[in-house]
């Protein structure tokens, strides 16, 4: 009954001959899909992997590898954000309730039923990426502010009903007991940051690796179209609300293996914490200041805001007399003014020119 | 055999009748011009084609099957594919990009979709701008490229909104060169176009459109002689 | 006994409600003006909170007093941040200007932090204070107060937009920049000066505000937010709209407070943005 596709072509992209010497043509299917990686940027790489895996054994004290930690913690969100943002162009201001839905999920499964977090995380992943597609459904359709605002005011609504929710320590939250064996598979590590520190480096590679393998794929292609140009991307056969979907679910998922990592982290998990609108508007900011719709953006934003911020607060003690949220508020503002694009424009000046494929703009306008 | 079968379609915006009961046949290899003043219908025919409207009254079937209710993902996928009369290019990415999220429809694999993105640029003519940004091109290489795009999706309907509006007096005739060489191809073409020139160089048929209502069918000879066209292009005064 | 409660919160309601449609009519008029939201809108009305505690509690100024300096300083910081920020991000992408008006929130409401500490502060004496009874119900007379100056600044708006010649400019450059600036409306001043009253009403909603609610840096995000309900549900760039979605927010927060659970009557309230803008996704009003 249904209609058949039109797999066989009526008029196939036709031989190149007609179009006068296909030597042209050949060449140009012939160059590399992507850019070989220059020699500056392969010995940067191999540095920087090295320098990253000393690191916890070169500053062995707790206050240096907690900054890296909170690093890779805060990079992986940005990176999630940037999948649904910076590639698909959709908007979100509540992010913060897929990061509390990872750390409750498995928080409440191990206090509850001694489940181990690495499975309670995948139980968080599949709880935010179902969240993720519910949510989605009724608002995609809304524009620009309107979709901004309505995941701004769910964000609001989760927090408020987990604040009341008695049956997962409503505001109280979770408190994790501390537990010294079985590390690995309690995922606790009480003598030292230095296992949270490779486990979030793993994480974050996790999610830098899925963010660079979307951004090569037909997904990727898929989520741009839909960002630069809905209208073009379904007329072209893109089903744009099945794609919008899919980043959500992506972004969500990360969003929750991040949670549950700061849930082991900390051993503590409530609504203030990892539910609050500040938390979906700090990881936005990363991703922006460093520079969205890229794969290295999150991670400069992150690796630059973390240090300001934890620094400030050890200088000035306690919440840092909100210094770093100044400088943070003030930086944010300079670089829209002056470098909308990002810092990854100034990295780019430096570096060797990157695919043109991988530069991109700021969502849609 | 027809491959687009249209039958009383109809489209009113509040009090405005944008089609009123439109019905025509286009048979498959066929040329198809679409012709009106400003305000005819014609795109909001495309768009009604192409599922971006849903009409309010009327059947559209395209080889056989009735495409109205249908999303515009999908009627693509099913070999109709058109492009924008308000141009409507991926501005941040390459001219190549451009064309292989259309060549994705078919294959998943990045590699093949660029090689064939290459060859529809390379008939478009476009090739040698195919790693330059679609923001940098200009509206005649814009208009190339929204074209590529559709024609990588390998439809069998290809409707094109005002291939020659908008671009400069030099530009015309390429284009108009790039339609024969997709006719040439066994291509079915529906073509919104207010040149009269290349509709008499290119189309076999004329549908002429007047305040929402089909007031004319015909060959381009018919049509340039009809007295209903051009008094709806001129006024009475001039008929 | 019971009917006494709901009459009470139905006015207590009431009186909040205008406060609101203030705070988001300023909100509503720089969108509908440039399409721009200004995410530190509730970090204004922090400021202007600040001002009248300060100028109470260093030179004994009554709030009442402060109202036209409190204005007349918001109106400057909207007109600032206009030239200063916002008109060099008129055609970035949207979320270049969300992350600027964003940063901007950020940047005032921790400077209020480092300044004044987190803790609350209170206007303990005022002109208007203590309660009133009226026909058996007992209101707030500073509530009272605020909602009838809300109230009249809402009606010097409407007046102004609708009746004087540069609110019909403001009003032909919402419709279409480039119609106007062809007509020799200065779009750019527009700009600004949509800024500085948009500022200025929150200016003046701030100072209401303070004459019965304790300030804090923080104390604006709870009114952001329920202002860009009120804007989103009245329709982005529409003044009656705002007074409308105002006054149904100051109602269902004062009836759901009471019906369901304190609790969740923002839950409801936010439910409500959903509803109206998955099944009209323009909000209950049009622009104006």
Redesign the interface.
Known sequence: MA?????A??????P?A??GP?S??RA??AEP?HPPLSGRQKTLGILGAAALVAYPFVFNTPFPQHVMIMIFLYGMMAQSWNIM?GYCGQ?SLGHAMFFGIGAYSSAFLFVTYQISPWLGMLVGIVIAMAAAAVIGL??F??????F???T???G??VQ??V??WEFIGAATGIWLPIIRENQLVNFQFNDSKIPYYFIALGFLIVACLAVRHME???LG??F??IR??P??????????TLYKSLAFMLSAAFMAMAGTFYAQYVLVVDPEVVFP?TLS?LV??MA?MGG?GTLWGPLIGAAVLIPLSETTRILLGG?G??????I??????V???FK?EGLIGLVRQWLPAPP??R??????? | MAILEVEGLTKKFGGLIANNDISFRVEAGEILGLIGPNGAGKSTLFELLTGFYPPDRGAIRFQGHPIVGLRPDRINRLGIARTFQKLKPFQNMTVVENVMVAAMQHTANPRKARTQALETLSFVGLLEMRNAHAKALSTGQRKRLEMARAMATRPRLLLLDEVTGGVDQRSIPGLIELVGRLRREGMTLILIEHNMQVLMSLADRVLALHLGRKIADGTPTEIQNHRGVIESYLGAAYA | MTQDIIIQAIISGLLMGFVYALIAVGLSLIFGLMEIVNFAHGEFLMLSMYTAFWLWSLFGLDPLFALPLCAALMFTLGIATHYGIIRHILHAPMLVQICATFGLAIFLRASAQFLWTPDPRTITTSLVEGRVEILGIFLGLPQIVASVGSLAAFALLYLFITRSDTGLALQATAQDRQAASLMGIPVDRMYALGWGIGSACVGVAGVLLATFRPVDPEVGALYALLAYVAVALGGFGSILGSLFAGLLIGQMEALAGWLIDPSYKYVVIFSLYLVVVVLRPQGLFGRF
């Open positions: 209609p058949p596709r039109a797999s072509p009526a008029a196939t992209p036709p190149a007609l179009d296909d042209a043509l140009a299917q899909l943002a908007i009724p608002t359709r809304l524009r620009g502010h309107y901004a605002i309505a701004l005011v769910i609001e609504i408020i009903v604040q009341r090569r794929s037909r292609f898929y741009r179209a630069e140009e209208e073009a991307a379904r007329s072209l056969g893109v089903n744009i609108l508007i936005l900011l922006v969205v919440t007399g909100a210094v770093d949220l100044i943070y508020g003030a930086l944010i503002v670089i829209c003014l909308p043109a494929e530069e991109a703009d700021h969502g849609d306008s």
